[in-house]
């Protein structure tokens, strides 16, 4: 049996079983010899790195004057932890939560005062979302980058403040304006304007 060929009893996850993919890209996508251990080390870490990924975060049911305040800035967005719930939703649609994510995560990181604290999430953010091999990477343009591998010498509570910005800044451009228009948005607005009408 070729190990493109598959037992009876063997099932094969349908999306990323590509008996023919060829092998000049790097992002695990093919199931050649040369690319088969490094695509069960991608999944095993990206299946453990899901499993911690935080639910949303507790928040009161926003008001129908929150969600409009929502379309008026995106600031006034992610100021709401109601509204990053709901803006996290929308970018899981788009395969784009890792934005979220990040945010979230720096955000953490500038509360704390612990040096070893620090030290060990700033190595996880890395890991997580600046890694070239993580999944959940963001994008980020070189200059960034270069500046975060220099700061992670001696990582600090604002060693991503550059990189958080730049995220801040791609959320609100691209992801923003569709999400407004986005179906999550206009019936989150219809449902809570409905229910404080009846109240």
Same mark, same amino acid.
């Given at each position: 049996?070729?190990?493109?060929?598959?037992?009876?009893?063997?099932?094969?996850? @349908?999306?990323?079983?590509?008996?023919?993919?060829?092998?000049?890209?790097?992002?695990?996508?093919?199931?050649?010899?040369?690319?088969?251990?490094?695509?069960?080390?991608?999944?095993?870490?990206?299946?453990?790195?899901?499993?911690?990924?935080?639910?949303?975060?507790?928040? @009161?049911?926003?008001?129908?004057?929150?969600?409009?305040?929502?379309?008026?800035?995106?600031?006034?967005?992610?100021?709401?932890?109601?509204?990053?719930?709901?803006?996290?939703?929308?970018?899981?649609?788009?395969?784009?939560?890792?934005?979220?994510?990040?945010?979230? @995560?720096?955000?953490?990181?500038?509360?704390?005062?612990?040096?070893?604290?620090?030290?060990?999430?700033?190595?996880?953010?890395?890991?997580?979302?600046?890694?070239?091999?993580?999944?959940?990477?963001?994008?980020?343009?070189?200059?960034?980058?270069?500046?975060?591998?220099?700061?992670?010498?001696?990582?600090?509570?604002?060693?991503?403040?550059?990189?958080?910005?730049?995220?801040?800044?791609?959320?609100?451009?691209?992801?923003?304006?569709?999400?407004?228009?986005? @179906?999550?948005?206009?019936?989150?607005?219809?449902?809570?304007?409905?229910?404080?009408?009846?109240?």
């Amino acid at each position: 049996m070729s190990r493109h060929e598959t037992s009876p009893t063997t099932v094969q996850p @349908a999306s990323n079983h590509r008996p023919n993919a060829c092998c000049f890209c790097w992002c695990c996508c093919c199931s050649c010899s040369w690319n088969e251990g490094r695509e069960r080390t991608w999944r095993a870490s990206r299946e453990t790195k899901l499993e911690t990924i935080p639910n949303c975060e507790a928040c @009161a049911k926003p008001t129908p004057e929150e969600v409009q305040g929502w379309a008026q800035s995106f600031d006034k967005l992610m100021k709401s932890p109601a509204g990053r719930n709901v803006f996290r939703e929308f970018l899981r649609t788009e395969y784009s939560e890792e934005n979220m994510l990040f945010w979230l @995560a720096c955000e953490e990181l500038k509360t704390e005062c612990n040096k070893h604290t620090i030290d060990e999430k700033a190595r996880m953010i890395y890991e997580d979302y600046i890694s070239i091999l993580s999944p959940k990477e963001v994008s980020l343009d070189s200059r960034v980058r270069e500046v975060i591998n220099r700061k992670m010498q001696e990582p600090s509570s604002h060693t991503f403040d550059d990189a958080q910005l730049q995220i801040y800044t791609l959320m609100h451009r691209d992801s923003y304006p569709r999400f407004l228009n986005s @179906a999550i948005y206009k019936s989150l607005l219809q449902s809570v304007s409905h229910s404080s009408s009846e109240s």
